[in-house]
């Protein structure tokens, strides 16, 4: 690392950088009665379970994509990964040790969090990296502003900058000591195409093991090697994008084009027990069939109608998501072993 | 080495944010000092004006109690903010949701003490130079004197300080804390005398509380900095079984509060987080 640090970390041979194995965390819930005066003197808490036995391992070099629901459990788990929360059960492992012992090797972005709107760019990055002992900081600050486009803006406070801005100047934060393992927490969330775009064209480009969660299915899809769903904080699949595909593969998604039609072609679509889905689309309407053999049904019921055009297309990510969010393919037994095909060869250990 | 630099590093943002708007910075280090010490002097100065001939316990004369009070204001003002610094910090890194920089950088946390502690001492300069060159023009002093007198302002800071970083556990791990700890502030005040002799609370009128206050203020390393900030300036001389107890304090209180603070991170977390 050319602007590492000046202590030597200790190089780690595994072939898992992250090990999580059974983590829980139960929160105590606050539930008031909206009794101000017993709300003070007889205050009511309820555990609230946010992680329920995950577990999972995350390779040397994987871009690993966390996705769920919100209050799903993805940021608590993060924060737990990183150190920032202590689990109620199990073990966290980062290079066979907690994370903890391991700042050195972690860069976290959380949005656009950790950042001083009061301070300007460059003494937010200052900041940082004498925290984290960089050497030749000027230059690593210099680098990293033209690698996310900051030059103009460096010496300006953050309180001037862009959405889009902080959050370059947050991942820039987090890559200032040149991390080995990158933490991000929905860094796009916010952010127009063109900025969310520039900024999964700069991740890709690093050479790093990569936890990210996002909403984005299209960033998730585009980025990560692996994906984990995660709902009511249980970690329900985990496998490439492709082999999560395969899940629903059985399914299509049909675009049938429409000169006119009313909400009674929608209902009586909807009713249909081959029909997961019906949403409308720019020429009429979109529809998740459970197999390709219900076409010709789906057809019938069209025919009254004045059809301008027919194609099918592959279930995306969304699909995948929202049918295991909403439990239409059962969750697996064991999510970190379901994982049949890795699609992509994973980098050698040191 | 290392804790010298994560100190300086600390202290340079501290001060950054603290400059950022000038106006507060120099209001809060000039003005509201001297509106604290306003009452005292009023009273003190019409007392004496009255009874030119009176003095009260202590250092309290007419022609010192001037420099007593500057040194009492500056004292009080090491002491606030050294107290009052990491909960009110902690509190707005909270909210702003820049406390992750500090939880997940590899530091020692006490460099948190001294960098916090480095940042409010400069932004306490203005402050420290007003008071003090008051004091010095009623009571002029040797350059050795002054300088034991700036230390042991910088001991009581450090006390100060470390006292804080226990308080601020109540910002971060359950904000319904905090007002208890405020309370405990007026009372660590109070028994610190610091813009009073604390021979005034050796009197019958005051029952048992005036047997137990002074005994209290007694094992006070604040007061017992205080008694040797005055001894130094207005006698000439400098108490070492003071400066004993208040270098043993202020060497082991930042090491003991960086250990409770750890602890209390490590079980209970922070609240909202």
């Known amino acids: 690392m050319p602007f590492g640090i000046r202590e030597n970390i200790e190089p780690y041979s595994g072939r898992n950088v992250i090990e999580a194995e059974n983590v829980v965390k139960v929160f105590k819930k606050n539930e008031p009665t909206h009794n101000p005066l017993k709300d003070f003197l007889f205050p009511s808490y309820k555990p609230f379970t946010a992680l329920n036995g995950v577990s999972l391992k995350i390779k040397r070099g994987e871009v690993f994509g966390l996705l769920g629901p919100n209050g799903s459990g993805k940021t608590t788990f993060i924060k737990i990964l990183t150190g920032l929360l202590q689990p109620t059960q199990g073990k966290v492992l980062i290079h066979g040790k907690p994370a903890e012992q391991n700042l050195r090797r972690i860069g976290v972005m959380f949005g656009f969090n950790m950042i001083y709107y009061r301070l300007t760019g460059y003494a937010n990055l200052k900041y940082s990296a004498k925290l984290y002992k960089v050497k030749n900081y000027k230059q690593r600050i210099n680098e990293l502003a033209r690698m996310l486009g900051l030059e103009n803006w460096l010496y300006s406070y953050v309180e001037n900058y862009s959405l889009g801005m902080k959050s370059k100047l947050a991942l820039a934060r987090a890559l200032i000591h040149d991390p080995e393992i990158l933490f991000l927490d929905e860094p796009t969330l916010g952010l127009d195409p063109k900025i969310s775009l520039s900024l999964r064209e700069d991740i890709r480009e690093m050479d790093k093991t990569i936890i990210i969660t996002t909403h984005n299915m299209e960033e998730a899809n585009e980025l990560c090697d692996r994906i984990g769903i995660i709902k009511n904080g249980s970690l329900i699949r985990v496998g490439t994008p492709a082999y999560l595909k395969k899940l629903v593969s059985e399914n299509i998604i049909v675009n049938i084009g429409l000169a006119f039609f009313g909400n009674e072609l929608i209902n009586t679509l909807s009713t249909q027990p081959y029909v997961h889905n019906v949403s409308l689309s720019q020429t009429g309407v979109r529809i998740y069939l459970e197999s390709k053999d219900y076409l010709p049904k789906l057809l019938s019921i069209l025919g009254s109608y004045n059809t301008t055009s027919i194609n099918e297309e592959e279930p995306t990510l969304v699909d995948v998501f929202i049918r295991l969010t909403q439990g239409e393919v059962p969750p697996a037994r064991n999510p970190e072993s379901d994982d049949e095909d890795t699609g992509t060869q994973m980098q050698e250990p040191i | ?273």
């Open chain 2, 1 to 273: 080495m290392q804790l010298i630099d994560e100190s300086l590093a600390i202290a340079e943002k501290e001060v950054g944010l603290s400059v950022r708007y000038i106006l507060p910075f120099f209001t809060n280090s000039l003005i509201s000092p001297l509106i604290k010490v306003m009452p005292f002097l009023l009273v003190y100065g019409g007392f004496f004006s009255a009874n030119p001939s009176a003095a009260l316990a202590g250092h309290v004369k007419p022609e010192t109690f001037i420099p007593f009070l500057f040194l009492g204001i500056t004292a009080d003002i090491f002491f606030s903010i050294g107290y009052s610094t990491f909960s009110s910090k902690f509190m707005v890194e909270k909210w702003w949701q820049t406390m992750e920089i500090i939880i997940l950088a590899p530091i020692n946390k006490l460099s948190l003490i001294t960098g916090i502690g480095l940042g409010d001492l400069i932004s306490t300069f203005p402050t420290l130079v007003l008071f003090l060159g008051l004091a010095y023009y009623f009571t002029p002093l040797g350059f050795l004197d002054l300088i034991k007198v700036l230390i042991i302002f910088l001991l009581l800071f450090m006390i100060s300080l470390s006292i804080g970083l226990i308080t601020s556990c109540a910002a971060l791990f359950n904000e319904n804390l905090a007002p208890f700890f405020g309370y405990l502030r007026v009372i660590i005040s109070f028994v610190s005398a610091f813009y009073y002799p604390i021979e005034v609370l050796k009197t019958d009128k005051l029952g048992a509380l005036g047997q137990f206050l002074p005994v209290i203020a007694t094992f006070n390393p604040l007061y017992q900095a205080n008694f040797i900030i005055r001894a130094i300036w207005f006698e000439g001389i400098t108490p070492i079984n003071s400066v004993i107890y208040v270098l043993f304090f202020a060497i082991i209180s930042p090491i003991a509060a960086v250990y409770v603070f750890n602890k209390l991170w490590s079980t209970i977390g922070i609240q909202g987080y």
